[in-house]
């Protein structure tokens, strides 16, 4: 009787879950555990919201997105992040989720969305246009920037600057093509002068980040950048404390480094992006170069 019973919990239980898989979710969110005073502190702190089952196909979070958790070393890193901003759950895909199909409608559903966002009125106002991101549906990578700069503004597309063409190099070293990659921003719309992203933009964006991070569905993501390493994973850790180590966000694993940006005005960290670069190749099971 107590098998029977046990049986028909794992059941429902895998109904419940193959149904939410159905529905779009890709992630479940690991419960946030309370801290102890001897148990070191986890280096995700999104603050929670109110959760509901997920609607088929939505890209809105009506509850935190997935958390992010180290896989290598523990690390101290206080919080101070907005609430992300939840608009209206996309519309059902026509296309069998998962597929290619399917995952290049729901970006071009949020493409669409970005381009007439004012939610950041002084960035909607500067901008050019909006930069959505750039790349393979189906990639493997998703890179992740700060915000659009003077050519990416211009031309819509992110990493087309100096920083862009280096990125392009080191992605050529990596035994990788540029459309093997998806590349995207914290920011959709440049800052005024290339100032940093304020936390309340990033909150604000941050549901189109989630969405395509839902949508891609990677299996590695790599921060370029402490902006981009301290808003996805919501951390204050500075980037050289978080490189060289991994990170694990809902099913992807979470690779830090500098910025492109930052190698230009500093060459001898090139080194220590490389190692990471290693890291990362290694972690995917490819060849890593000598
Ligand atoms: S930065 Fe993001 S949230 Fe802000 S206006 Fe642009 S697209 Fe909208």
Redesign the pocket.
């Known amino acids: 009787m107590a098998e029977d019973f046990s049986f028909a919990i794992d059941r429902a239980l895998r109904q419940e879950l193959e149904g939410w898989r159905r529905a779009g979710l890709s992630h479940l969110p690991m419960p946030r555990r309370k801290r102890s005073a001897a148990s070191p502190p986890s280096a995700s702190a999104k603050p929670a919201t109110t959760r509901t089952p997920p609607s088929s196909n939505s890209v809105s979070r009506t509850t935190s997105p997935p958390v992010t958790r180290i896989t290598s070393q523990p690390t101290t890193a206080p919080t101070t992040h907005a609430l992300p901003v939840v608009a209206e759950p996309l519309p059902p895909s026509p296309h069998s989720l998962g597929s290619r199909e399917d995952r290049e409608w729901r970006l071009n559903q949020l493409r669409q969305r970005?381009a007439a966002?004012?939610?950041?009125q002084e960035?909607?106002c500067a901008r050019t246009q909006?930069v959505f991101g750039v790349g393979n549906p189906e990639a493997r990578f998703l890179f992740i920037g700060e915000a659009p700069g003077a050519d990416e503004d211009a031309q819509g597309e992110p990493f087309v600057g100096a920083a862009g063409q280096l990125l392009n190099k080191i992605i050529t070293a990596c035994g990788l093509k540029r459309d093997e990659v998806y590349i995207c921003n914290i920011?959709?719309?440049r800052p005024p002068g290339n100032r940093k992203p304020l936390p309340e933009?990033a909150a604000?964006?941050r549901e189109?980040l989630d969405g395509q991070i839902a949508a891609i569905d990677p299996d590695f993501i790599v921060c370029w950048g402490a902006t981009a390493a301290q808003n996805l994973m919501g951390t204050e850790e500075s980037i050289g404390r978080l490189r060289g180590r991994t990170f694990q966000h809902g099913r992807a694993t979470v690779l830090c480094t500098y910025h492109p940006s930052y190698l230009l005005r500093n060459p001898a960290a090139k080194k220590d992006v490389w190692e990471d670069m290693k890291l990362l190749l290694k972690q995917a099971g490819l060849l890593v170069p000598a």
């Open positions: 970005v966002c004012t939610r950041c960035l909607a909006t920011l959709r719309c933009e604000k964006c189109y």
